[in-house]
């Protein structure tokens, strides 16, 4: 039997082996190095220095632009920013709509984030836990966080969407807590609106949080995940996306964006989706879910709760737009950083026409109402050649 422990093992093994070699491969599409290298310019020196790394002649060359930015750094000067939205007019309320529309839906969104952040569980020793929060913790990261899972043991059915996995002091950390700020910062109470229904239960433990604290330790940075739907591509692009400016939240070191974090997805189903794939963009290591934890108390030694999929004023579910504004950087670097590590080559389309093809739906719901009206708007433009299919799920009858 291949356990968990073993997994664990051989992680740990190689996580050792990677350290020797100190030089990062980012992995990230060329327009974005320029950026990863101004964050960590520790970084550029050694690769500046050492022949193996990948992107030498990048950071010598004069496409490395040693000013370039994301937009939410506090240095970050408006002309050397990632990219700028742009807005067709001036907004009702007299505010700057590209700056409304930049804090709702582009890297000023990350700035929020970044400076609500706030400590609740202070570590007073080297040794000790930690957990800090963005508001009402839409995002939280943690040190030496214990879980116990003893509950699933109970169940009778596999769990989505649940807030009771966790009871009472079922997690938990060595530090000073800040139990009544905690208290007050527990407000959006839906399972994919915050982390306010396990950390409502979060309890200052007497001892330090270690090997002997847990079943087991998880050494590896962990990512875990309250999902939306996986089977619509929309949704559970909510949770791709929230994943990749969540990494932006805890880049404080060069490794944030590297492909071997731990996915823990908070659901004791199976994890099942059509595009599942995306997760190789944020690791090579298969999912997590609940069931590999049942019963078990675990440590986690470093573990990030990353903003949820379906949040109150979040993105991209419900998300107040101001209107009239396009082109956000933070939406095309996602789907740059998607297409390069998915590898997914760019085709240049050598088709006279451009083909669209409607996908209809042949469910009870959802369906377009105007489909008509719009296919033959559709077929009366000559640059398109056109065609609708039916796309629904397939289901195995027996
Ligand atoms: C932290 O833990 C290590 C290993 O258990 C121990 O040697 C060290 O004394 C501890 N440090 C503090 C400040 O408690
Ligand atoms: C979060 O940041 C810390 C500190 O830089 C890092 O050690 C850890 O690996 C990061 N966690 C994840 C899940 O990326």
């Known amino acids: 039997m291949f356990t968990l422990e073993l997994f664990i093992k051989i992680a740990i093994l190689f996580s050792v082996q990677k350290v020797e070699s100190f030089i990062q491969d980012p992995n990230l599409p060329e327009n974005h ?3 990863f290298y101004n964050t960590f310019p520790e970084e550029k020196v050694n690769c500046l220095k050492e022949q193996s790394c990948k992107n030498g002649d990048f950071v010598k060359s004069n496409q490395y632009d040693p000013e370039a930015c994301w937009g939410f750094e506090s240095d970050c000067k408006r ?5 700028i939205p742009k807005c067709d007019r001036g907004s009702e309320r007299n505010e700057d709509p590209v700056k409304v529309f930049y804090n709702q839906a582009d890297f000023g969104y990350v700035k929020t984030q970044i400076e609500e952040l706030e400590t609740y569980c202070y570590p007073k020793t080297i040794n000790d836990s930690s957990l800090e929060c963005s508001k009402y913790l839409r995002y939280c990261r943690g040190k030496k966080i214990m879980i116990d899972f003893i509950n699933l043991l109970k169940l009778k059915e596999p769990i989505r969407y649940n807030m009771d996995v966790l009871k009472k002091g079922q997690i938990g950390g060595h530090c000073e807590l800040k139990e009544s700020e905690l208290k ?14 396990e950390l409502r239960f979060f309890e200052g433990k007497p001892n330090v949080i270690d090997e002997h604290s847990c079943d087991i330790v998880i050494k590896e940075p962990t990512f875990i995940m309250k999902i939306d739907a996986t089977y619509n591509m929309y949704h559970h692009f909510c949770d791709f996306f929230n994943l990749y400016i969540s990494m932006f939240l805890n880049q404080s070191q060069s490794d944030a964006f590297e492909n071997n974090r731990r996915i823990l997805i908070w659901e004791s189903y199976n994890y099942d989706s059509p595009f599942a794939d995306t997760f190789k963009a944020f690791t090579q290591k298969p999912v997590w879910t609940l069931n590999s934890f049942k019963g078990k108390k675990v440590c986690f030694e470093n ?3 990353p903003l949820l999929p379906r949040l109150i004023f979040g993105l991209y579910y419900n998300t107040p737009l101001i209107s009239g504004c396009k082109e956000s950087g933070m939406f095309r670097a996602f789907s740059e950083f998607v297409l390069h590590r998915l590898e997914i080559p760019k085709h240049e389309h050598k088709l006279p026409k451009i083909r669209v093809t409607i996908l209809i739906r042949r469910t009870k719901y959802r369906q377009i109402l105007n489909a008509d009206e719009l296919l033959n708007e559709l077929y009366s433009n000559e640059n398109y050649e056109v065609r609708a299919v039916s796309f629904e799920r397939y289901v195995k009858r027996y």
């Open 79 to 83: 002309e050397n920013a990632f990219q």
């Open 33 to 35: 190095l320029s950026l």
């Open 303 to 305: 573990v990030v709760m």
């Open 184 to 197: 007050k910062a527990v407000d959006h109470m839906g399972a994919l609106q915050s982390w306010a229904p």
